[in-house]
């Protein structure tokens, strides 16, 4: 009897349906760009102290169940974050929604204009924390303003970087994103994130394992946060200001405010904008602001893809003839790996890999406890061997990144830690 394999039960949606549901949205965005239909794109959040969360996110399920609205919507006890679109009038008309809502009034939120839905589905959850950041956010005082960074709207931003410049004292730029967001575009003078995902980003060790420029920050001298949209920044900024740091700013509505307030200056910012849907990145028209990651040569439009080996899965930039030439994967090594994912005709995307295995122990190895430890091994391996590749490529245009060194020790650490947290795992088991 052959028996599915565990990482694929419990799901709440088959893999066909997922598939069915993406085609769906494919063909709805291109009819929706024939009949002339206006659908946005909406980003907002809100942090304030929320006393029932659950009959919170229940109203939202209401109202939403009768609007065409799909994307991530997270609520926890610490506010709101949403990410979301549909009908420009539905879209709209839920933002109105939750500003109007007692706990949310003074919500900000951004439109964008697009061709169609770029969400597959709408997920609407009760969460922990609003953003995953090592260490949880439970313990931060995110929702007290005063415990946060002093935000500055975009022209403040600008002036700030332009008239630090002029009189020699240069400010810390700290880009509070996932390294790959860095990789498409980023503000000039700012160091590529130590960590290629930002809930690695430490909250319960040194401060200069997080961000290695703190470690030369001058008394008195600025520090200047940005991401996307603004929620990391806030959150993070209060754990800065525990360790010590006050002379923090962010960047009133993150990047994107930004760059509809002031424009894409080449002399300020570099790339395009990495965004968290369907669309990969906005002002595609522009090159990443890093190169291809085999051949360094321009990636336009500037989208990430997926390494095609289900165990490793690395979110890189790749140009068209680098993904011919290696099958859309990170490494001749993942190449000739056992897991391939079929690649979609939409560049960068997969079928689901359905995997079946026989429940004898001889295959143990291909399942369970076997595989999340095989592919732990194998994801160490080529971390290391990307920081090398990525730090020489850095160094090589002359921008600053986080050494080697503590890359090599921080996956080394990773590594050590969740084979002990699994070895617990199988003497409790």
Not at 88 to 96: N, Q, R, S, T, V
Not at 129 to 148: A, E, M, N
Not at 325 to 339: G, I, L, N
């Amino acid at each position: 009897m052959r028996a599915i394999a565990p990482h694929l039960r419990g799901r709440p949606c088959a893999p066909g349906k997922r598939r069915e549901e993406k085609k769906c949205a494919r063909n709805l965005r291109n009819r929706c760009k024939e009949e002339g239909e206006d659908y946005a794109v909406v980003n907002f959040y809100h942090l304030v102290d929320l006393e029932d969360v659950s009959q919170e996110a229940e109203l939202h399920r209401r109202f939403c169940s009768e609007k065409d609205i799909r994307g991530r919507i997270y609520i926890s006890s610490q506010g709101i974050n949403a990410q979301f679109g549909g009908k420009k009038e539905d879209a709209l008309a839920y933002a109105d929604f939750v500003e109007g809502r007692p706990a949310f009034r003074g919500l900000r939120y951004s439109v964008e204009d697009c061709e169609g839905h770029a969400f597959p589905r709408l997920a609407i959850r009760e969460k922990q924390w609003l953003i995953p950041l090592q260490g949880g956010t439970v313990d931060l005082p995110v929702t007290d303003p005063s415990c946060r960074a002093t935000p500055l709207s975009p022209a403040e931003w600008k002036k700030m970087i332009q008239r630090q410049e002029q009189e020699g004292s240069k400010p810390i730029l700290l880009d509070v994103r996932n390294g790959y967001e860095w990789d498409a575009g980023h503000f000039r003078g700012a160091s590529r994130p130590p960590v290629d995902v930002f809930r690695e980003t430490p909250t319960t060790r040194g401060v200069e394992e997080a961000f290695p420029e703190l470690k030369e920050a001058e008394e008195g001298q600025p520090i200047l946060m940005y991401c996307t949209g603004g929620i990391r920044c806030d959150i993070y900024s209060t754990w800065l200001k525990q360790q010590g740091f006050d002379q923090l700013y962010t960047l009133e509505g993150g990047i994107a405010n930004y760059l509809r307030s002031e424009g894409d200056d080449e002399e300020v910012w570099k790339g395009s904008l990495y965004v968290f849907d369907q669309r990969l990145a906005t002002y595609r028209d522009k090159p990443a602001a890093t190169g291809c990651y085999h051949c360094g040569g321009p990636v336009v439009p500037a989208a990430h893809i997926n390494c095609a080996n289900a165990d490793c899965n690395w979110h890189f930039l790749c140009c068209e003839a680098c993904r011919e030439k290696f099958r859309s994967c990170c490494s001749t090594e993942c190449m000739h790996a056992d897991r391939l994912r079929p690649v979609l005709e939409r560049g960068g995307r997969y079928e689901r890999m359905h995997e079946y295995v026989d429940g004898s122990d001889e295959e143990r190895w291909q399942r369970g406890e076997g595989t999340r430890r095989r592919r732990r091994q194998w994801r160490a391996r080529l971390r290391l061997r990307r920081a090398e590749k990525v730090a020489s490529k850095l160094r090589g245009l002359g921008l600053s990144s986080p050494s080697s060194t503590n890359e090599e020790s921080a996956a080394s650490a990773s590594t050590d830690e969740m084979e002990s947290a699994s070895a617990a795992r199988t003497r409790h088991g």
